[in-house]
């Protein structure tokens, strides 16, 4: 059974960067779509990044287009955000996610990543951008 664990989160400056990473366990990931979703104390969760299974096709919210980066390693299990100029409103908990869902993974983005979308999901990291 699949597993997947977030590392990397912390503390930063507005500006600043951090690049969080998903390992998974258990089963491969070459046959999922992969995700990146956040959730502010008091908000619903909310996608941030999609990934294909093959890593040629990525989606990301318009809050983050152009600010982060997704990519997976599957060779290694590994998932990835790079997050750069960071703002106090990109303060969450982050979750990665797994989704076995066919268009997902040939990268058929028909809008913003969807949590409903992800069956598998890992315990999260925390970012906090703070002066």
């Known amino acids: 059974q699949l597993q997947l664990v977030e590392s990397g989160g912390g503390l930063v400056q507005p500006g600043g960067s951090l690049r969080l990473s998903c390992a998974a366990s258990?089963?491969?990931?070459?046959?999922?779509?992969m995700g990146w979703f956040r959730q502010a104390p008091g908000k619903e969760r909310e996608g941030v990044a999609e990934i294909s299974s093959g890593g040629g096709s990525t989606n990301y919210a318009d809050s983050v287009k152009g600010r982060f980066t997704v990519s997976r390693d599957n060779n290694k299990k590994m998932v990835y955000l790079q997050m750069n100029s960071l703002k106090l409103e990109d303060t969450a908990e982050y979750y990665c996610?797994?989704?076995?869902?066919?268009?997902?993974?040939?990268?058929?983005?028909?809008?913003?990543?969807?949590?409903?979308?992800?069956?598998?999901w890992g315990q999260g990291t925390q970012v906090t951008v703070s002066l």
């Open positions: 996610a797994a989704s076995q869902n066919f268009p997902l993974r040939a990268g058929v983005f028909t809008g913003p990543p969807t949590p409903d979308e992800y069956n598998t």
């Open positions: 258990g089963s491969t990931l070459d046959q999922r779509a």
